[in-house]
Each structure stands twice: as structure tokens, then as C-alpha cells.
């Protein structure tokens, strides 16, 4: 259990940047399953083939998205949970969460391998695209439960204060990712299912081998699944629906994003495919900083120390700012450079470096998103951080890209983009300064 962190206590820059670094790395190492399968893809298979997996991709986290807000709340019950030092509403909870999601995440498995082809269509993948896509999104959607059984295991630690362990799972998963690709996609002339392939077998290994080790090294009070009580349910679903719809809010905001991008012809779904996947990289410490900080949080509201959780706000933002702020300044200079590892094509680059350097400065402010979103998520407080998140993508961001990119053209995107970032963070901060989120309580008394 040394590893385990009582934030209740002790430094809290210094506790931020230790949780809140392996975060950034398990991040890293996890968003270099499709960086790689891009990597491969968009240089063996040419750019036809990138933009099928970018287009799969979108719809594999849209549909997924309910059980990746399940996770989230489940961040919020147990690290509660763990403030409280709460040992038996530990064990009751872990126990709730596996049945709920086990059952989730099979069901939307399913849905998803039945329903490819007309998910594909209403997002209006070209025909050139379609048959890679409907392959590689159906072969994703038969390992959803080894994605997701991986992801909760690291959710289930980082709500205890353990960040380091998760970085290990992930590790054996990008190892055997980096081995399996090219040798699917080229080896066994594959092409895109083979990158497919590649990912779930990965993926597969690495969540039998998390559920071994926490297991045995008892870093967790897991157990043999029983029937969770109602009252457990109805606590992980109250949460975990507005939390889901979070995600999906989110993940079909970008899907409508693309609906714009796609409009534009191949060349700027290429170069905005790549670009996204650089996105990803970059956005990743604003992402760990707001996983940080919500288990930082969760444990402080847990037994309702208000002024630390103030401080750990304040740190959070301001941390976010300099990374990000550094983030945004170097891709402005090596954009060009980073578009170039993906796909060659000219226009697609030139549209991708434009995007980049013009979203890049914005950065920061969609990072204070992350980090008082965060903080208000802690308390239990999900429909509201739903309504800041409709307000962001639905009122703000998929309107003003196709506002701006139906009057200046592609470049719209970015400007749509970046000016979304900088008006969503001013709400962010409104509703964490002046909302009632710190009234939530989510257990009963004793609880």
C-alpha cells in the first residue's frame, strides 16, 4: 500500500505533480495505440486509410463514451470513499461497479459490432472509406470489454491515491501494440483490420494481466462479484448517467465536428485526422491534471475540507497554465514537423499545420476546463458539469466551427476551435466560483 496517497494532507503542489506525472505517462502510452496504428497506417496504407481509422475511432468513443462516464464516476464514489477511510463502503462499491459495468460494457460491444455500417453512414464516412472503417471499428467494438476492465482497474487505483501501478498494465499493452502492428498490417498483409487486431489482442493481455497482479498483491478490496444492493445501483447510475452523458456529449460534438471536417473532401479530413492525433499528445497533461485533481479533490470533499480543496483548485489551474502554455508555444514552430510523421500529401499537411499553430495558444484555456471541471466532478455534482459541457460543444464549439468555417473557409475550423476553448473556460470558471456544487452530498449520513 506505499504507494497509496492520502491527500488529505501534505503538500499540495508537490502531490500534484508526483499523481498527477504517471498519469501523464499511463496517458501517453495509451494514446500511442492509435498514434501507432496511425503511424503504420498512414505510412504503409496511405491517407484513404488514415482517415478510415480517424473516422472509426470517433464512433468507437462515442459509443463507448456511457461507460467511460461510469468510470468517472466511480473516480468520484471511491476516492470519496477513500477520504472517509471507509474500508467496507470500499469493498461494497468495487463490487457494484464491476457487475454494472461488466454488463455495460458487453451490451455496447454488442450494439456496436451489429451497428457499424449505419454508424459509419451517419457520420457521413466517404465510400472510399467505408469498408476499412466498418472492418477496424467492428474488430475494436469485440474488445471493448478488455479496454474497459483495464481502464477501471486504473481508475480503481488512481481513486486510491495510486498512480504509478496503472503505468505498468499499459506498458505490456504498447509493447505487444508496437510488436503486433506492423507485423498484422504488413506481415499478414492485414491492412487496417490488422492494426485492429493488434490493438484488442493488446489490450486483451494487458487487462488479464492488471487483474492478476491487483489481485494477488491485494492493492485493492476487489472480490468475487455478487448482486450489488439497489441502493449501490441506483448511487453508481445517479452518477454515472449524467457522467456517461458527459462523454457523450463530448465524443458526438466531436463526431459533428468531423460532419463539418468531412465537407471539406479528403485532403482536409486527412490533414484534420492527423492534426487530431497530434492533438491528442498535446492535450494529454491538461487530461492527467484533471484526473489528478478530481481524486485529490474526491478525498478532501469526502470528510469536507472546503479550503483545501480551494488550494487544490488554484494549483491545478495554474500548473495547467505554464504546461500548457509551453505546450501550445513549441507546436506553433514544429507543427509542420509533427504533421510530416503522419501522412505526406501536401495539402493535407499544410491544412494540419495551419489548424495546429492557430488551436495550439488556445490550450490553456480548455485546460482550466479540464481542471475545474474536475474539481466540481469530485463533489458528485455531474449534471452540472453536464450542463457545462453541453454549453461548451453544442453552444459553443460545433457552432462556431461551422459558423466560421462556412464563412472563411477550412481555416474556420481552427478559429471555431480555438475561440470555443477560451469563451467555455469563462463558464467553467462561473459556475466553479459561484455554483452550489459544494452542497452536493452523495451518501447517506454514516455512509
Not at 210 to 224: C, E, M, N, Q
Not at 365 to 390: H, P, T, W
Request: charge should be positive; glycine fraction near 10%.
Amino acid at each position: 500500500m506505499k504507494k497509496q496517497h492520502d491527500f488529505t494532507q501534505g503538500n499540495i503542489l508537490k502531490q500534484l505533480i508526483v499523481f498527477s506525472g504517471p498519469i501523464m505517462l499511463t496517458n501517453l502510452l495509451q494514446t500511442s495505440y492509435q498514434f501507432v496504428d496511425s503511424l503504420w497506417v498512414g505510412n504503409l496504407l496511405g491517407a484513404n486509410a488514415l482517415g478510415a481509422v480517424a473516422v472509426s475511432s470517433t464512433i468507437i468513443f462515442t459509443v463507448l463514451s456511457f461507460v467511460i462516464g461510469l468510470n468517472n464516476a466511480a473516480l468520484t464514489i471511491l476516492s470519496q470513499q477513500k477520504g472517509k477511510n471507509n474500508e467496507a463502503g470500499m469493498k461494497n462499491y468495487l463490487n457494484a461497479f464491476v457487475v454494472v459495468l461488466a454488463v455495460l460494457s458487453i451490451m455496447l460491444g454488442v450494439f456496436g459490432f451489429v451497428f457499424a455500417e449505419w454508424l459509419l453512414q451517419l457520420l457521413g464516412t466517404p465510400e472510399t472509406m467505408m469498408v476499412a472503417a466498418k472492418s477496424y471499428l467492428r474488430i475494436n467494438f469485440l474488445g471493448m470489454l478488455f479496454l474497459f476492465g483495464y481502464n477501471f482497474i486504473s481508475t480503481v487505483l488512481r481513486a486510491l491515491g495510486d498512480s504509478k501501478t496503472p503505468m505498468r498494465f499499459v506498458m505490456i499493452a504498447v509493447a505487444l501494440n508496437i510488436v503486433l502492428d506492423p507485423l498484422f498490417i504488413a506481415g499478414f498483409d492485414l491492412g487496417v483490420e490488422g492494426a485492429a487486431y493488434a490493438t484488442v489482442i493488446s489490450q486483451g493481455v494487458a487487462f488479464l494481466y492488471g487483474l492478476i497482479y491487483v489481485l494477488h498483491r491485494k492493492l485493492a478490496p476487489f472480490s468475487l462479484p455478487t448482486i450489488p444492493t439497489r441502493q449501490e445501483v441506483g448511487l453508481i447510475l445517479n452518477l454515472g448517467i449524467p457522467s456517461g452523458l458527459q462523454m457523450g456529449v463530448i465524443s458526438a460534438g466531436a463526431a459533428a465536428i468531423m460532419s463539418v471536417v468531412t465537407g471539406f473532401g479528403g485532403g482536409v479530413v486527412a490533414g484534420f485526422s492527423a492534426a487530431q492525433r497530434l492533438d491528442s499528445l498535446l492535450m494529454l497533461p491538461a487530461h492527467a491534471l484533471g484526473t489528478a485533481v478530481t481524486s485529490m479533490a474526491g478525498q478532501n470533499i469526502g470528510v469536507r475540507n472546503w479550503p483545501r480543496v480551494k488550494q487544490i483548485a488554484t494549483y491545478g489551474v495554474l500548473y495547467n497554465f505554464a504546461v500548457m502554455l509551453s505546450v501550445g508555444i513549441l507546436i506553433v514552430f514544429f507543427a509542420e514537423y509533427g504533421m510530416k510523421l503522419f501522412i505526406r500529401e501536401e495539402a493535407a499537411v499544410a491544412f494540419g499545420t495551419r489548424y495546429l499553430q492557430i488551436v495550439a495558444l488556445c490550450y490553456p484555456f480548455l485546460g482550466i476546463n479540464f481542471i475545474l471541471n474536475g474539481i466540481v466532478r469530485a463533489s458528485g455534482a455531474m449534471y452540472q458539469v453536464l450542463a457545462l459541457n453541453i454549453i461548451s460543444f453544442w453552444i459553443l464549439r460545433y457552432p462556431l466551427t461551422a459558423l466560421l468555417s462556412n464563412l472563411f473557409g477550412d481555416i474556420g475550423i481552427a478559429l471555431g476551435m480555438g475561440s470555443s476553448f477560451v469563451i467555455s473556460s469563462l463558464f467553467a470558471f462561473l459556475y466553479y466560483r459561484f455554483g452550489n456544487w459544494r452542497k452536493k452530498e452523495i451518501f447517506a449520513k454514516g455512509k
